[in-house]
């Protein structure tokens, strides 16, 4: 027990039990959020071996504000602008309509179900209005919903993070108050400088850094470092100017540099990305983790009641009053409205004036931690767990993303994309060439004109429909540029590349060399040119697959195994796919009759013997016309 004493042994089992659950939820399509609850209750009120305020003390809180701070700026340096273009009307009602709305309905619903006095029930109904993008983020990874309907519920997470959390400052600074008289207007635009100070403050560092990035200021390894260390700056100066500005501090930050692109970008963003998924699965532990018995025994019976309230009628209003006569689909509003779970910025907003409410003796402050854990684990268990089955039922579930993306249009990968067609897959051809997408198209196959890197970073092409993505063109270090490029966002083992050169043949520093004997781009064209086509061999019990290997030609071998959930997966350099019975394995033959081939070759070795003796006559004729000599017939 000694040993579970230590702070270091509990930073570990927080990071093991956030990722482990992340990862559960990945290998299950379960709500990664909800795992994490569910560990951080198991590790904390459960078994007692996480107690985060005795094991953290005084730095939990700015742990956790610090971590919330990263977390939405990761969030904001994901809203493009161009996102808009979809989404802007909708996210403007949302905020301009939907925040009032949200905070009346919410106050009377504290207020009038839940049973809070009414400046406490003001102060949470404030809080409410946030629907976490901490949560909207990993369950969305999960949905394949209609571009419209995820850029919505992401700017919706992300804006109105630091709305409701200044709602809630104005709000406690209006009820803690302890003077004569009450100056409402002056309080009112007290919030409202710091708040416009605090975007400045954003507005500002965000435009420093890419300005500096780009004109060579910053070595390449330290704009990481000095990314963060700037994010935690402009978060603590804020804060200090008036608490919770910092959130619309990094906010901005984000949004500012998401719209300046620069030239490291992108590998800044992933590492923000991947501090994020840290950062949000260990203050999920903690946060779950920090409840006890005696905060769980305040939840009282109405406020099950609340919670129903909450769910089925407070944000179902809130977004179709805001929603009404905007144009979006009706079946899109009624996915919106059901989608609103709560996260970290509400458990730490609430927890930190709960505290503050308790100690200035207002009753019903206690109650606060056990409503906002209740909230947040009845809507992301709710959401969570339904998102998937309502999308399906209004018809707006664009499926699993079963595709099959061949960059590259030749002869070789349009061949085996009309194989893949016939087996029931949907297949995307994309090339820049218009004349090289030509024979795609007239194979009936789905095209893509267009630079596939910002294609996919422009969000125009979403990556989530294809299962795999497979590079082949005959520019080797445009190959690898984009299995660099698109590895993280679709995976390393959904990328597989062909070489274009022996000398990346065996194999690629992004992505893996199709096939086993991994072909040169050259080596698949003439062997396509001599008549090779692509066959099905069903695994069975009888025949396996060291039979299916022992009927094998020379030159013969797999490309990919077809499982019966209809996964497709391809035979590379490195990794040899697992055959079981009942796979369909695809495979790259010679043609099923040699006397044709070798006609086939016979005939073009006659017409070039044939056009050899035409030029030589030719040759032959102009000597005699010049007078000159006649050429050697040798």
């Given at each position: 027990m000694v040993l579970l004493d230590s702070l270091m042994v509990k930073i570990a089992m927080i990071g093991v039990l956030g990722i482990g659950a992340q990862w559960v939820a990945w290998r299950t399509n379960l709500p990664a959020i909800a795992l994490m609850l569910v560990a951080g209750l198991v590790a904390g009120p459960a078994l007692g071996l996480i107690e985060p305020e005795r094991d953290f003390g005084t730095l939990l809180e700015p742990i956790v504000k610090l971590a919330v701070a990263v977390i939405l700026f990761e969030g904001g340096l994901s809203l493009n602008?161009?996102?808009?273009?979809?989404?802007?009307?909708?996210?403007?009602?949302?905020?301009?309509?939907?925040?009032?709305?949200?905070?009346?309905?919410?106050?009377?619903?504290?207020?009038?179900?839940?049973?809070?006095?009414?400046?406490?029930?003001?102060?949470?109904?404030?809080i409410l209005v946030v629907t976490g993008p901490t949560v909207i983020g990993p369950m969305l990874r999960t949905l394949r919903v209609p571009n419209r309907v995820r850029d919505i519920l992401k700017w919706e997470g992300i804006v109105n993070d630091p709305i409701g959390a200044l709602l809630a400052v104005a709000i406690y600074a209006f009820i803690s108050y302890r003077g004569d008289s009450v100056d409402y207007a002056g309080i009112g635009f007290e919030v409202l400088g710091a708040t416009f100070l605090a975007g400045l403050i954003g507005a500002a560092l965000g435009y420093a850094l890419t300005w500096a990035f780009p004109r060579g200021l910053v070595p390449e390894y330290l704009k990481a470092p000095l990314l963060l260390i700037t994010v935690i700056f402009g978060f603590v100066v804020a804060d200090i100017i008036m608490h919770e500005t910092g959130l619309v501090t990094v906010t901005v930050m984000g949004v500012v540099m998401a719209n300046k692109p620069i030239h490291s970008s992108r590998a800044l963003h992933r590492f923000k990305e991947d501090l994020a998924v840290l950062l949000i699965s260990g203050v999920f532990i903690i946060l779950s983790a920090t409840l006890d018995w005696e905060t769980i025994q305040n939840f009282q019976a109405r406020f099950i009641l609340f919670l129903v309230v909450l769910l089925f009628l407070v944000r179902p209003i809130t977004v179709l009053a805001s929603l009404?006569?905007?144009?979006?689909?009706?079946?899109?509003?009624?996915?919106?409205?059901?989608?609103?779970?709560?996260?970290?910025?509400?458990?730490?907003?609430?927890?930190?004036?709960?505290?503050?409410?308790?100690?200035?003796?207002?009753?019903?402050?206690?109650?606060?931690?056990?409503?906002?854990?209740?909230?947040?684990?009845?809507?992301?268990?709710?959401?969570?767990?339904?998102?998937?089955?309502?999308?399906?039922?209004?018809?707006?579930?664009?499926?699993?993303?079963?595709?099959?993306?061949?960059?590259?249009?030749?002869?070789?990968?349009?061949?085996?994309?009309?194989?893949?067609?016939?087996?029931?897959?949907?297949?995307?051809?994309?090339?820049?060439?218009?004349?090289?997408?030509?024979?795609?198209?007239?194979?009936?196959?789905?095209?893509?004109?267009?630079?596939?890197?910002?294609?996919?970073?422009?969000?125009?092409?979403?990556?989530?429909?294809?299962?795999?993505?497979?590079?082949?063109?005959?520019?080797?270090?445009?190959?690898?540029?984009?299995?660099?490029?698109?590895?993280?966002?679709?995976?390393?083992?959904?990328?597989?590349?062909?070489?274009?050169?022996?000398?990346?043949?065996?194999?690629?520093?992004?992505?893996?060399?199709?096939?086993?004997?991994?072909?040169?781009?050259?080596?698949?064209?003439?062997?396509?040119?001599?008549?090779?086509?692509?066959?099905?061999?069903?695994?069975?019990?009888?025949?396996n697959y060291e039979k299916y290997l022992a009927n094998l030609d020379a030159g013969e071998e797999p490309v990919a195994v077809m499982k019966p959930d209809k996964r497709l997966l391809f035979f590379s350099s490195t990794a040899r796919p697992t055959i079981d019975e009942d796979d369909v394995i695809i495979s790259f033959v010679a043609p099923e009759s040699p006397e044709e081939l070798k006609a086939q070759k016979m005939e073009e070795r006659a017409r070039k013997e044939e056009a050899r003796e035409k030029s030589a006559e030719r040759e032959a004729a102009k000597g005699r016309e010049s007078g000159g000599p006649l050429p050697d017939p040798a």
């Open positions: 602008f161009r996102e808009l273009r979809y989404a802007g009307w909708g996210v403007a009602r949302l905020v301009i309509i939907g925040v009032p709305i949200g905070w009346a309905l919410g106050t009377a619903a504290v207020h009038y179900v839940a049973g809070l006095p009414i400046s406490v029930s003001a102060l949470f109904g404030g009404l006569f905007s144009g979006i689909p009706y079946r899109e509003q009624l996915f919106i409205a059901w989608i609103a779970p709560r996260g970290i910025v509400a458990i730490a907003v609430t927890g930190l004036f709960a505290l503050r409410l308790v100690d200035l003796g207002y009753d019903g402050a206690d109650a606060l931690v056990p409503l906002v854990f209740g909230v947040v684990i009845a809507t992301i268990v709710a959401h969570g767990f339904s998102a998937g089955w309502v999308a399906r039922r209004l018809g707006i579930d664009m499926g699993k993303g079963e595709g099959i993306l061949f960059v590259g249009a030749n002869r070789w990968t349009i061949d085996l994309g009309k194989f893949l067609k016939g087996l029931g897959y949907r297949v995307v051809v994309s090339d820049t060439s218009k004349f090289a997408l030509r024979s795609a198209r007239r194979q009936e196959l789905e095209i893509h004109q267009g630079e596939i890197l910002d294609e996919a970073h422009g969000h125009a092409m979403d990556m989530n429909q294809f299962q795999h993505l497979i590079i082949a063109t005959e520019n080797d270090s445009y190959n690898q540029l984009v299995g660099t490029d698109l590895g993280p966002e679709v995976g390393y083992d959904q990328i597989t590349l062909v070489s274009a050169d022996e000398a990346s043949q065996r194999t690629s520093a992004r992505g893996r060399v199709l096939m086993e004997s991994s072909p040169t781009f050259e080596t698949l064209q003439d062997k396509q040119r001599d008549g090779w086509i692509f066959s099905k061999t069903q695994i069975t019990e009888k025949f």
